[in-house]
Nanobody, 125 residues
Framework: QVQLVESGGGLVQAGGSLRLSCAAS????????MGWFRQAPGQEREFVAA????????FYTNSVKGRVTISRDNAKNTVYLQMNSLKPEDTAVYFC??????????????????WGQGTQVTVSS
């Protein structure tokens, strides 16, 4: 049974930092890309970042470039999202996802086969 479990969310002031973690289990993710999405109330799920198994393919949405770093520790089957200079508009539930690598559709939620339950990130102004 595949499981993705996110952690690390919380309440932080604007300008602060958080590091989200996603622990994966239940299968080998060597051919999978791992992604982070977020969803604010009343809005659609939005792509944030993704990374392939070897870490040589990394993708970010424009709104987080320069503030967010995605990384993975394959020995631990864990993906991280380091978020700095957080803004109130970053407030959302953040989801971890895993799916087959598809460079063209990396930002499309339907590309991903597995999802975590999400972790809340709240940035106060």
């Amino acid at each position: 049974q595949v499981q993705l479990v996110e952690s690390g969310g919380g309440l932080v002031q604007a300008g602060g930092s958080l590091r989200l973690s996603c622990a994966a289990s239940g299968r080998t993710f060597s051919n999978y890309i791992m992604g982070w999405f977020r969803q604010a109330p009343g809005q659609e799920r939005e792509f944030v970042a993704a990374i392939n198994w070897s870490g040589n393919k990394i993708f970010y949405t424009n709104s987080v470039k320069g503030r967010v770093t995605i990384s993975r520790d394959n020995a631990k089957n864990t993906v991280y999202l380091q978020m700095n200079s957080l803004k109130p508009e970053d407030t959302a539930v953040y989801f971890c996802a895993a799916g087959p690598l598809n460079v063209v559709r990396t930002a499309v939620p339907d590309t991903y086969d597995y999802w975590g339950q999400g972790t809340q990130v709240t940035v106060s102004s």
